[in-house]
């Protein structure tokens, strides 16, 4: 007699609507193509998914860490996905048998790690080089400590200041955001981020999620000494095709006033974080508001300078915009003493000039950037738009080739030893 036959059963991977807030993370790191959104839901393919886990370590909420017993044949298509407000509830036992699975595995908190795809011949990977590790001298970061899953699930901050940071006249404009927590615990390191809830529902009726934004300013406040922060936010008039929209968040935040009230969760972050033993090196490569992880820890290296009690390294800026007039801070930029930190700018719109990116900056300081790669010591972040990530990476591999360095010696120890982050959206 013919044993029955057993439908195939996935563990599905899933992620948590109610904790994640969109910050794109997961996308972005997926080698595989199998992480999609829309307005409301990331969601995971799990007719692509292969459970590399590749997405896993970078999610700064831990709402990329759900998985779901299914058959194969009833697995949640991406289209349910989009349209939870919750995650569905493990399928039960006698449901699952009644599918023809004769014995569910019990539900896993995790599924088992597999080893992320290399990168093949004719693709190049360039997640495959981020690090998911802080600097071994690292502070230690507090995560996660207001949100839906936490005792408190919000904290509320005033604004106690709000200035353009960019030329007006310009198209787009770019707020320094500083919010004020009084009393309330809420420690950051730098590279860190925050989520910040807009009021009001969406046009389902729902309250908006949270949006994510990284912190601009260093770990004892925006003012030394108090309990606040600052972001680098800019209005959004368009979305990535170029289509007319006003973001929720991104406006409301631009356009409130000193003494307004803000929601707040997090603070999320445990590995975009900067060294903090003597004689480090930190390289920043960054465009628009991708520069506000990279003021932090600039901001943090100067008052260290000041204090005199800190021995710092090299600091070496690559930051890009489409126009001088749309970079964030170019006045107060201009100001830092050129011996504190090695500046270099690229535009990418100049009327008249060939177009630049903070890929052709860092060509063009090869020599110095290859020592870099070769020293211990160094550390290098990337952050801003996703565009920029692979031509970044490109770059220090062929930076590194050209000094006669091994890219894949070099690119593993950057990831290994938590030297090389990237922050994309």
Same mark, same amino acid.
């Given at each position: ?63 990329? &860490? ?6 194969? +044949? @009833?697995? *949640? =298509? #991406? ?5 939870? !407000? ?115 529902? &969406? ?6 999620? +949270? @949006?994510? *934004? =990284? #912190? ?5 406040? !925006? ?115 050129? &011996? ?86």
């Amino acid at each position: 007699m013919n044993a029955p036959v057993e439908l195939a059963v996935i563990q599905q991977h899933l992620i948590d609507p109610e904790i994640c807030i969109r910050c794109n993370t997961c996308e972005a790191t997926c080698p595989v193509g199998a992480i999609t959104h829309d307005a409301n839901n990331y969601v995971v393919d799990a007719d692509k998914c292969n459970l590399c886990m590749a997405c896993v370590p970078p999610c700064p909420t831990g709402s990329i &860490d759900n998985w779901r017993t299914m058959p194969k +044949a @009833r697995a *949640y =298509s #991406i289209e349910d996905q989009f349209g939870w !407000e919750s995650l569905p509830a493990e399928l039960p036992a006698e449901e699952l048998a009644a599918a023809g699975v004769a014995e569910a595995a019990p539900a896993a908190a995790s599924a088992p790690a597999s080893p992320a795809p290399a990168a093949t011949e004719d693709k190049f990977i360039s997640t495959r080089y981020g690090s998911t590790l802080p600097p071994w001298s690292a502070a230690h970061a507090f995560t996660n400590l207001y949100g839906p899953k936490a005792a408190q699930k919000t904290v509320t901050a005033t604004v106690v200041g709000n200035l353009r940071v960019t030329e007006v006249g310009t198209e787009y404009d770019t707020h320094h955001i500083v919010l004020d927590f009084g009393s309330m615990p809420f420690p950051v390191l730098e590279g860190q981020s925050i989520g910040v809830i807009p009021p009001g529902v &969406d046009e389902k009726g729902r309250p908006h999620h +949270a @949006r994510q *934004y =990284s #912190i601009a300013s260093p770990r004892n406040g !925006e003012r030394a000494g108090h309990n606040n922060l600052s972001l680098t936010i800019k209005r959004v008039l368009e979305d990535h095709s170029g289509k007319p929209v006003r973001g929720v968040a991104s406006n409301y935040m631009c356009d409130l006033q000193v003494g307004d009230k803000v929601e707040v969760i997090g603070p999320f972050g445990a590995s975009f974080l900067m060294p903090n033993h003597p004689r480090s090196h930190i390289v920043m490569i960054c465009t628009g508001t991708g520069s506000a992880p990279m003021r932090a820890m600039t901001e943090w290296r100067r008052r260290l300078r000041a204090s005199g009690k800190f021995e710092g390294g090299k600091l070496m800026l690559f930051f890009g915009a489409r126009t001088q007039q749309e970079l964030p801070y170019f006045g107060p930029l201009q100001n830092l003493p050129k &011996d504190f930190i090695d500046i270099n700018l690229a535009f990418s719109r100049t009327p008249g000039q060939p177009k630049k990116y903070v890929q052709d900056a860092l060509r063009e300081r090869a020599a110095d950037v290859a020592a870099l790669l070769k020293d211990p010591n160094a550390h290098f972040y990337v952050c801003g738009l996703k565009s920029m990530e692979e031509g970044v990476v490109l770059a220090l591999r062929d930076i590194a080739t050209q000094a006669g360095l091994d890219w894949e010696t070099v690119g593993a120890a950057l990831q290994r030893e938590g030297r090389l982050h990237l922050e994309t959206y």
